[in-house]
T-cell receptor, first 109, second 110 residues
Framework: KNEVEQSPQNLTAQEGEFITINCSYS?????LHWLQQHPGGGIVSLFM???GKKKHGRLIATINIQEKHSSLHITASHPRDSAVYIC???????????FGKGTSLLVTP | DVKVTQSSRYLVKRTGEKVFLECVQD?????MFWYRQDPGLGLRLIYF???????EKGDIPEGYSVSREKKERFSLILESASTNQTSMYLC?????????FGQGTRLTVV
């Protein structure tokens, strides 16, 4: 089974700050998703990565397959970024997605 | 462009009731999943299906069953709902590296 560790568990930032959320996993993967869940809301996929780096607006995701590590960065954070962010690696073997327990982000004005 | 649809956002059921949670995807994906999400425990896999009529137990299948009669529909069944099944339930579908998620169903068993 792929053990997935996310850090930090909880994060409070002031509006405008640069934010980094980390994800480490234990077995080889073919790809990794970063997901966002607003309070009381559904889950939305932000990125799917299999190598390198992707950028959507103020969000940047990177992955290092050899080191089994991915990061999600938020530049110029805003209160509307307040949500739980979850990483979900796909193992090379098996069907199921594995999930980290999530990082709860609060951005204050 | 909804891709994975769960039949209900919120559901309240009584202890002992039989409960059906429905999930439909429109992407012709072979793999579909049911997870539950609980504070401090994250998302845990209940069951998954890799083809019509095929199913596999996940990490926490006790108290649940599933049905996959058609490729697009994957149903989660609580045979006799109990209060410890109060949770957020999430359906997902996956094909290769593409994955999509439903909005979730918040089930309360009273």
């Amino acid at each position: 089974k792929n053990e997935v560790e996310q850090s930090p568990q909880n994060l409070t930032a002031q509006e405008g700050e640069f934010i980094t959320i980390n994800c480490s996993y234990s077995v080889g993967i073919s790809a990794l998703h970063w997901l966002q869940q607003h309070p009381g809301g559904g889950i939305v996929s932000l990125f799917m990565l299999s190598s390198g780096k992707k950028k959507h607006g103020r969000l940047i995701a990177t992955i290092n397959i050899q080191e089994k590590h991915s990061s999600l960065h938020i530049t110029a954070s805003h209160p509307r970024d307040s949500a739980v962010y979850i990483c979900a690696p796909h193992s090379n073997s098996g069907y199921a997605l594995n999930f980290g327990k999530g990082t709860s982000l609060l951005v204050t004005p | 462009d909804v891709k994975v649809t769960q039949s209900s956002r919120y559901l309240v059921k009584r202890t002992g009731e039989k409960v059906f949670l429905e999930c439909v995807q429109d992407m012709d994906h072979e793999n579909m999943f049911w997870y539950r999400q609980d504070p401090g425990l994250g998302l845990r896999l209940i069951y998954f299906s890799y083809d019509v009529k095929m199913k596999e137990k996940g990490d926490i299948p006790e108290g649940y069953s599933v049905s996959r009669e058609k490729k697009e529909r994957f149903s989660l069944i609580l045979e006799s709902a109990s209060t410890n099944q109060t949770s957020m339930y999430l359906c997902a579908s996956r094909q290769n590296t593409e994955a999509f998620f439903g909005q979730g169903t918040r089930l309360t068993v009273v």
